[in-house]
């Protein structure tokens, strides 16, 4: 037997609690990983707080990504005592996820753990950090260059956002990070970001073309924040967009589109392509600093799982929050 976090649906309302489980209670699936480590991302806090309907089968075991080490394999690619990652795919929402200490998988789901991570550090990137990095890898491809202007991150202080600080800044990009929280305005600049924009700011009425201010963005949170962005995007500038934590709205025009070459770049990190995936990781092993390790992430064990969960619907999470489930 051993723990998992299990939610269950109670009188239309879901109630998360650690059980003991056992292999026979996992899923089908090729991979038996003994996991280390998993971690809270916005869906996590969605799925766990019962707010977003991501979870449609009960009992689930959340935790849309881990690390771990292989128990047994039926697929060629894996071998028990290799170490490995799951991110998306579905697990935590359609199949039992990471917040367990088993996780059972399809072997099509997992990468390999990249060579120049440890399995924490794997984690407190994350989902989140993988997101940045695919949002920074679209911004490269659509040829926006560090000389070319400053970089806009929204949602800076969170998971995503403050990985995506880091690596532009990294990467020799000037970022400019958007926050609701004054508070963060020291750690943001620690982590790269030269100034701050309040979010208050970017939430006053926008008009279709507005005075051009940005290179390009990353975009975690869409509504009328992402139209604000869009509006203030240079000439053949670019965004990425991947959130939704303002809004899955987007109330915009054409206007910066066709008069202004401006591009919008969906970014998804569930069905990415295993290449493109390990490119994404490859990016964050080799430019995320350790910085962003020691200042930006947290360790919690799976019963403080749900408290958390309330706190990143809440927009109180600061950077990545790890699960330890040794
Ligand atoms: P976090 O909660 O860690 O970060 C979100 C940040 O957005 C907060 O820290 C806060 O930053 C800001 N924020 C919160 N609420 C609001 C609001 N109402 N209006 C404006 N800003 C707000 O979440 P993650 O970083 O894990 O995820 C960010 C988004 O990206 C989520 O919507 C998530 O679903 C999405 N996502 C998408 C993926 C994909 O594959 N497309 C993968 C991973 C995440 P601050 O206080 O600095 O303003």
Request: glycine share 10%; proline share 4%; with cysteine.
């Amino acid at each position: 037997m051993f723990n998992a976090l299990v939610l269950q649906q109670e009188e239309q309302k879901t109630v998360a609690a650690v059980a003991q489980i056992s292999e026979s209670d996992l899923p089908q699936g090729e991979v038996l990983v003994q996991v280390d480590y998993s971690s809270l991302n916005y869906k996590d806090g969605l799925a766990v707080t019962g707010t977003g309907k991501i979870i449609r089968e009960f009992p689930m075991v959340p935790g849309i990504d881990f690390v771990g080490t292989v128990v047994s394999s039926d697929d060629l690619r894996y071998q028990a005592g290799q170490q490995v990652v799951l991110t998306g795919w579905g697990v935590g929402e359609n199949h039992w996820g990471g917040m367990a200490q088993k996780a059972r998988v399809k072997a099509d789901w997992l990468v390999p753990l990249n060579d120049s991570l440890t399995p924490l550090q794997s984690m407190q990137i994350g989902t989140a950090g993988l997101t940045a990095s695919l949002c920074v890898m679209a911004l490269q491809q659509a040829n926006v260059q560090p000389e070319d202007g400053e970089i806009l991150v929204t949602g800076a202080s969170g998971g995503v956002g403050s990985v995506a600080v880091s690596l532009l800044s990294q990467l020799g990009y000037q970022v400019v990070a958007v926050t609701g929280r004054a508070e963060n305005e020291a750690w943001l600049k620690q982590l790269g970001a030269s100034r701050i924009v309040m979010r208050d700011e970017m939430l006053e009425k926008s008009r279709a073309l507005d005075k051009q201010l940005w290179a390009g963005a990353v975009d975690t949170v869409g509504g009328p924040i992402l139209a604000k962005v869009l509006s203030q995007i240079n000439y053949d500038g670019a965004v990425a967009a991947c959130g939704l934590a303002n809004s899955f709205d987007l109330p915009t025009t054409v206007m910066p589109f066709i008069l202004r070459a401006v591009k919008l770049i969906g970014v998804d990190s569930v069905y990415c392509p295993f290449d493109k995936r390990q490119a994404a990781w490859q990016l964050l092993a080799q430019q995320l600093p350790q910085d962003y390790y020691q200042q930006s992430c947290q360790t919690v064990a799976l019963q403080q799982v749900p408290e958390q969960a309330s706190n990143i619907i809440a927009g109180k999470v600061k950077g990545r929050i790890v699960v330890d489930l040794n």
